[in-house]
């Protein structure tokens, strides 16, 4: 990847943490703006519930984005399955509507395979445009290789073949935009790692799959 690429993906990867803080971040002005001219006490007690409901949810994003994009300092190269199922459950309970499901078959993960894990979530959960279910699996066998598998399944699976294809390293020429810079991100630290991604799309389900091999 040369400098040219990226710094594009660096700067698409920035744009799309901005569009996701925009909406709880405005809701939070527009509620402190309302509080200000607010006098009755009910409407007061609403206003600082709404507040309190964007505050959480832009702390929920900055936290994930932490450990999906950034270096994730304060972590060692190994991290707690716990971190990112904290992240990904804040999200799902964001989400309403969607039912999650784990099975874990491990207490910690690298930092990479923790990226992949993130973001593979994330797809999955922005596919269940009408709710439904999500399955995520991890398993990792030190030596050898880390396996995730991500299944969506819902009444509708809103889903972009260009975001599949870039996961699996297969991103069409002009192809990187703010909606694949993640795909794109998470292909190359599969690659770097000697792995790679793929997925399927099946009737009212979405499956994405991460093979990471292990020194």
């Known amino acids: 990847m040369n400098d040219n690429a990226s710094t594009e993906l660096a700067s698409l990867l920035c744009s799309r943490l901005c569009h996701d803080l925009l909406s709880p971040v405005g809701a939070l002005s527009n509620g402190l703006e309302l509080l200000a001219d607010e006098t009755d006490p009910e ?33 060692g190269e190994m991290v707690p399955v716990e971190e990112p199922r904290q992240l990904i459950e804040a ?21 990479g395979a923790v990226k992949v894990l993130l973001n593979l ?10 709710g439904g279910t999500l399955d995520i699996g991890a398993e990792n066998r030190p030596g ?40 794109r991100m998470v292909a190359l630290v599969a690659k770097q790692a000697g792995g790679g991604l793929q997925f399927h799309r099946g009737e009212g389900t979405l499956v994405l799959g991460a093979v990471l091999p292990q020194a």
């Open 43 to 75: 409407m007061r007690q609403r206003c600082f519930e709404l507040l309190e409901q964007s505050a959480r949810i832009s702390a929920d994003k900055l936290r994930f984005f932490r450990l999906a994009f950034g270096a994730a300092g304060g972590f």
């Open 91 to 111: 999200l799902v309970g964001d989400a309403k509507r969607i039912e999650i499901n784990w099975a874990l078959a491990t207490s910690e993960l690298p930092k």
């Open 121 to 130: 979530a994330q797809v999955a959960l922005d596919s269940l445009v009408r």
């Open 144 to 183: 050898e290789a880390v396996e995730i598998v991500v299944r969506a399944a819902g009444p509708k699976i809103a889903f972009d073949e260009v975001i599949g294809n870039t996961l699996e390293g297969r991103m069409p020429e002009g192809g990187l935009t703010s909606r694949t810079a993640a795909a």
